[in-house]
C-alpha cells in the first residue's frame, strides 16, 4: 500500500443493520459500496475506551470471541480503526 493512500472510512460502507449490541459497543452489519460484500463492523464508544484499561479490554474480546465462535457464520475478519 502505497503511503499517500489511506484505510477504509466509515464512508466507504452502507449500514444494514445491528447485529448486536454490548458494554462498550456494538456490531453492525455493513457492505462495502466498491464490491457489494458484507462485512460485520465494531462501533466502540470511545469514551468508554478511555476509561477502561486495555488489559481488560483484550479480555472482554477474547471471551466475546469464544462465547460467539460457536454461533456465527463464517465472514470475512478486516479490521478498521477510525478516529
Do not use: H, W
Request: charged fraction near 30%.
Amino acid at each position: 500500500m502505497k503511503s499517500s493512500q489511506k484505510g477504509p472510512s466509515i464512508d466507504d460502507f452502507i449500514i444494514i443493520r445491528t447485529l448486536g449490541s454490548g458494554a462498550y459497543g456494538e456490531v453492525q452489519l455493513v457492505q462495502k459500496k466498491s464490491n457489494s460484500k458484507q462485512y460485520a463492523m465494531k462501533v466502540i464508544d470511545k469514551n468508554f475506551l478511555r476509561r477502561v484499561p486495555t488489559t481488560t479490554l483484550v479480555r472482554f474480546e477474547v471471551i466475546s470471541s469464544l462465547r460467539s465462535k460457536k454461533n456465527t457464520k463464517s465472514m470475512p475478519k478486516r479490521r478498521c480503526y477510525l478516529s
